[in-house]
């Protein structure tokens, strides 16, 4: 039987989770950024808010691969971010792997983008 570790942490991140990966006690999550909470967004569309208007065509925006995206690297084992490092593009959905030390990403502007050491 597999064991599990006890769930230890929990973070808010600004971005949407798109492609994620463990690479020994470092998880790397990647994907564009998350510009509305879309609760309060419902909420306020109701009202005709038109501040929520631009923030959820905002959003759309950065879907669409229009505002870039993160790669995060995170410890495993703490959820300290360790490093952010900004990506032209968001991965397309589960686009991330890593081997050799080396991080590949598949982006939705059709680019496979590569970190790690030479």
Do not use: N, Y
Request: charged residues 25%; without cysteine.
């Amino acid at each position: 039987m597999i064991q599990h570790p006890e769930f230890v942490w929990t973070q808010e991140i600004p971005l949407l989770a798109r492609a994620m990966a463990l690479a020994g006690r470092t998880l790397l999550v990647a994907g564009p950024p998350d510009i509305i909470d879309e609760e309060s967004a419902f909420q306020a569309l109701g009202q005709r808010d038109q501040k929520t208007v631009k923030e959820l065509a905002e959003q759309d925006a950065a879907l669409s691969g229009a505002r870039g995206a993160v790669l995060r690297l995170v410890a495993a084992e703490t959820g300290k971010t360790i490093r952010e490092i900004k990506l032209d593009a968001p991965p397309v959905w589960d686009g991330m792997a890593v081997a050799g030390g080396r991080v590949f990403i598949a982006t939705i502007d059709g680019r496979i983008v590569s970190f790690g050491p030479r």
